[in-house]
């Protein structure tokens, strides 16, 4: 734990939400599996990491100074659970260059200043969806430069100083478009060296020092307008470069250097003579020479080379493998100023640590640190502690770290951070200060980031950025009498539960003594829910619940053990309408008023097991139902009924013949019904009926012929104005608005002005106006809304081209006339937001997420009922659970969440709630059960949750800062209690507390000194 003071209620009142507060109704699903983050792209900014990490939230950009508290994701730059996978991670000039990619955006250039303020986009290159990230990034001075394509200049040399007035293009070597596609960049000798073409003289050598007039080609090596062909990276060494090229004059790819100037940049020998090829491979260097693999083609197989620049200064070190085998060396790497090290096989020893001083007598085996033919296998051999660190293989310890000064006595084991010969494998080893971090295994944990600082004691694993959490997915959550019932699985049942928006009132239903009922669909009627699900000896019915128990019941459509597999439930003019299977018929339609008896099969349509399959039941009045359906004769057709066999029927064969017009989109609007279908004349259009054949007609051919406007997403205001998104000629995919006439059918607005086409989404009708998700091709995927006369744009939630709106969470709130959707403004990560159509009140309702900037990992499928909203969310602790807003005040609730750690006994301490949180409770209290007898324990409170591990199988559930209440000491059965009266102040409405015990237990698994209790969440409320 991390002290603070004890909570004062006057500081907690200063934290209030005057927004409603976003609450956990309960942790359903236990934590499962371990996670892996992998660690990865590590660099030093000023001796703090700055890495790229995968967990819940994707792959995104972290920091750490080696403490669990200074471990953060410095910003969530892909709101959600995908990532912005950040790569080519490069420090300049007090900043870390890096790529990342956005939806709407593309990968694009950021920097960061290792803050979450200071980790910012620098420029969109290429606007659009494609990016314009560079492929390669270098730094010289203060600057990183990189090749880049805008869509204007063609791929041209770019720079950046860390700000976006500073990041542009620097300079245009072939005016226009077609660009000189600079490549093969690396620094040496203080010049920025790269290849690039010019059509006087091909593709060459360049370099500048940081100047336009210093930025020239340093040779034609192949003159005139034949090119230079390089085939690997260049290295910088201490006064220049070396690469590998083909100068075309009849060397082939051979080894090349170069200082910049024009005398001192040439083919260094000639390796393979004449028109072979040597190719150098694993470059690094060594001073100002060069190590590298060659094989030379001449019976001595790939063996290690050094080179000075010059012929004679160019040989084979050794040959390490005799004969024509290869010894194959690689992760050369400089340990000391006078020798480097390398990995080989000399094909009895296998590969091991060799040792080099630059002459053939000092290269020689170092160390067979795993002896006989296995090999150690040193690899990721980088600088670090006067030295270089790798990682190896050993008997007795398995692939752990290593510390080499390039001598016998100087090469050891750095730590078994698994001990034993189980592996830590440690990958990615990078300096950072005075230390090295690293990507490495536990057993506990996976791969994980870890810190050394060169010594055993020094080595150990810095945090759980991947914790393990449960899913219990919540879905469909749908509003009874009693509470709101949805589907879920606590990690071992798949069922409905029930829920009042407490962790106490939150269970699971039976359906004839059922847990297991594995549901697929869910709607309501007049309080009342019904699902298809499994349920017993019954087998997949329809359900039937009032949000209690008793009130929750099986409707055995199909009687007996045989499955009537209800589904496209659709409440309807007072019943619930279905498909449904029955004895000697496929998917027939159906209708029930929730009672067995009062449960009605509509007609054997389409005759054998196939069905007619219904769907799309839709209110025409108050005594007609219309839907479609498929049949031998008329294909897929509108049909109607007024809920009795006899008063089914056809409606209309729009398309004649067995290809039916495959109706959809059925839209009840009083006494007609509008839905989309194809006819041979007017192709897919609107059209509207009142239930009759003769009152079925097209609305409107707005594209006339054939073609069809392929009308979708049809929604109704409440002054009766339809509209909907339909493809007009000349204006593209945009939204429409009707009063059941041709005439009064017309073009409400464009987003994307002309032929072009904007992807509308999730069009939603809120009293007399809608809102809808669209990406304008300027301001990515934002809210947008009408009245039904024009089209506007609420907030560019995320400022630029990236997209703020979440696509799939858009949903309207009927009760407060507004919408509710997640969404990101790029500096909190996602969050919920709502919205009543303007931007001053388009915003957070509060924030979720343990630290800042993290938001949550994933939100959506919200529903109204009653004065509360419901919604899954993934706050990236407890995993995807259900959680509410209450609209009508906050509610008071508590929850359970997360796992203690043991102490005397094995047994875990237990927090609770000693009653609930609400205004003017002076008894509310944390309650603490099953601790060690008479000793010391403590509750520790925060505002906000977490999951971080601290030892053992210990976590602290708690966010920063950590508040230690004044302790307490157990009972004789080891119970404790703090008193925590909370004020009647409306002020505190919405104050959020998390708790968790500390008891100080000398068989405690914390450090062997002390226990946790698991996690309570607390919120003050009504």
Request: charged letters at 10%; aromatic letters at 10%; proline letters at 6%.
């Amino acid at each position: 734990m991390i002290p603070s003071s004890a909570p004062s209620l006057v500081a907690l009142s200063l934290l209030a939400f005057a927004l409603p507060a976003q609450t956990l109704v309960r942790d359903l699903a236990p934590a499962n599996s371990q996670r892996s983050s992998n660690p990865s792209n590590i660099v030093d900014l000023n001796g703090v990491a700055i890495f790229a990490a995968t967990t819940a939230h994707g792959a995104e950009l972290w920091r750490s100074d080696g403490t669990i508290a200074g471990t953060t994701m410095l910003k969530d730059i892909n709101p959600g659970f995908q990532g912005s996978v950040p790569s080519k991670l490069t420090v300049a000039g007090g900043y870390v260059f890096f790529t990342a990619t956005l939806p709407g955006l593309g990968q694009e250039l950021w920097r960061t200043d290792g803050t979450p303020a200071g980790t910012i986009l620098l420029r969109d290159i290429y606007v659009g969806v494609g990016g314009g990230a560079p492929n390669e990034l270098v730094a010289l001075g203060n600057h990183v430069y990189f090749p880049a394509y805008d869509g204007s200049t063609g791929t041209e040399l770019w720079r950046s100083d860390g700000t976006p007035a500073g990041t542009g293009l620097w300079y245009d070597i072939v005016p226009g478009t077609t660009g000189s596609s600079p490549a093969y960049m690396a620094v040496g000798g203080g010049y920025l060296f790269f290849s690039a073409y010019t059509q006087p003289n091909g593709t060459e050598l360049w370099r500048s020092d940081g100047t336009l007039a210093g930025t020239v080609m340093v040779r034609d090596l192949n003159p005139g307008t034949s090119h230079t062909t390089f085939s690997s990276a260049m290295v910088g060494v201490g006064n220049g470069v070396y690469f590998t090229a083909n100068d075309g004059q009849g060397a082939g790819y051979e080894l090349h250097y170069s200082d910049g100037t024009f005398a001192n940049t040439r083919l260094v020998k000639d390796i393979v003579p004449g028109a072979g090829s040597s190719y150098a491979y694993y470059m690094a260097p060594f001073g100002n020479r060069v190590l590298f693999q060659i094989d030379d083609m001449t019976g001595a197989g790939a063996e290690p080379w050094v080179s000075d620049g010059t012929a004679a200064g160019t040989f084979r070190l050794a040959d390490l493998l005799p004969g024509a085998g290869s010894s194959s060396p690689y992760n050369f790497c400089q340990a000391s100023p006078t020798r480097a090290v390398f990995s080989a096989t000399n094909g009895v020893t296998g590969y091991e640590l060799y040792v080099t001083d630059g002459t053939i007598a000092g290269t020689s085996l170092l160390l067979d640190l795993y002896p006989g033919g296995a090999g150690s296998s040193p690899d990721g051999i980088r600088r670090a502690f006067g030295g270089a660190v790798f990682s190896a293989t050993t008997p007795g310890a398995g692939n752990e770290l290593w510390f080499t000064d390039g001598t016998v006595a100087g090469t050891r084991m750095i730590a078994d951070v698994v001990a034993g010969s189980p592996s830590s494998s440690p990958t990615n080893m990078a300096p950072v200060g005075t230390r090295v971090f690293c990507n490495a295994y536990s057993p506990l944990f996976g791969y994980e980031l870890h810190v050394s600082d060169g010594t055993q004691a020094g080595t150990r694993f810095v945090n759980d950025l991947a914790p393990p959490t449960g899913d219990s997915s919540p879905q469909w959550f749908t509003p009874t009498n009693n509470g709101v019932v949805f589907f879920a699985n606590d990690g071992s049942n798949s069922g409905m539960w029930r829920s009042d928006g407490t962790g106490a009132g939150t269970f699971q239903l039976t359906f004839a003594g059922q847990t297991s009922n594995y549901l697929y669909e869910l709607t309501s009627l007049n309080g009342i829910a019904y699902a298809t699900g499994y349920a017993g000896n019954f087998g997949y019915e329809l359900l039937r619940t009032d949000g209690t128990q008793a009130g929750s019941s099986v409707l055995d459509v199909w009687a007996g053990v045989n499955s009537s597999s209800p589904s496209n439930l659709a409440p309807a003019n007072g019943k619930v309408w279905f498909s449904a299977y029955a004895q000697g018929t496929g998917p027939e339609p159906h209708v029930t008023d929730g009672t067995l008896a009062g449960t009605v099969f509509l007609g054997d349509i389409y005759p054998g097991s196939s069905g007619s399959s219904p769907q799309y039941f839709s209110a025409s009045g108050p005594s007609r139902v219309v839907f479609r359906t498929y049949s031998a004769t008329y294909g897929d057709e509108p049909w109607v009924s007024d809920g009795t066999a006899a008063g089914t029927q056809l409606l209309l064969d729009i398309y004649p013949g067995a290809s039916g017009s495959n109706s959809s989109n059925f839209l009840g609007v009083g006494n007609l019904t509008y839905f989309v279908a194809t006819s041979p004349t007017t192709g897919r259009e609107l059209w509207v009926t009142d239930g009759t054949a003769a009152n079925t007609r097209v609305v409107a051919d707005l594209n006339p012929g054939a073609g069809g406007s392929s009308p979708e997403q049809l929604v109704r205001l409440q002054n009766g104005t339809v509209l909907f998104v339909a493809w007009l000629s000349g204006a593209g995919y945009e939204i429409l608005r009707t009063n059941g006439t041709a005439a009064g059918t017309v073009l409400v607005g464009e987003v994307i002005p002309g032929g072009g086409s904007a992807t509308i989404q999730e069009l939603v009708a809120v009293g007399n106006r809608a809102f809808f998700a669209v990406d304008d091709g300027v301001t990515g995927r934002e809210l947008w809304t009408t009245d039904g006369a024009s089209v506007t744009r609420v907030r560019d939630l995320y400022p630029g081209p990236a997209n703020g709106v979440v696509a799939g969470t858009l949903r309207a709130r009927p009760n407060s006339n507004t919408v509710i959707f997640a969404g990101s403004d790029g500096v909190d990560g996602l969050q919920i937001w709502t919205s009543d159509g303007t931007a001053a009140n388009t915003r957070m309702a509060g924030k979720i997420g343990p630290w800042a900037g993290s938001g949550a990992v994933e939100l959506g499928g919200f529903v109204e009922a009653g004065n509360d909203t419901w919604f899954v969310c993934d706050d990236g602790v407890t995993g995807k659970e259900p959680w509410r807003i209450s609209s009508s005040g906050v509610v008071a609730t508590t929850s359970i969440y997360g796992s203690g750690c043991y102490g005397t006994g094995f047994i875990v301490p237990a927090i609770s709630a000693i009653g609930l949180p609400q205004l003017g409770n002076s008894s509310f209290g944390f309650g603490l059960a099953n601790a060690a007898q008479n000793a010391f324990a403590a509750l520790n409170v925060s505002f906000t949750a977490s999951n971080i591990y601290i030892y053992g199988s210990c976590r602290l559930l708690l966010g920063q800062p950590v508040i230690t209440c004044p302790g307490t000491l157990t009972s004789g059965t080891g119970t404790a209690a703090f008193p925590l009266a909370i004020p009647n102040n409306p002020s505190f409405a919405g104050v959020t507390l998390n708790g968790q015990w500390l008891v100080f237990d000398p068989n405690g698994s914390l450090f062997g000194f002390a226990s946790l209790s698991n996690g309570l969440n607390v919120v003050m409320g009504n």
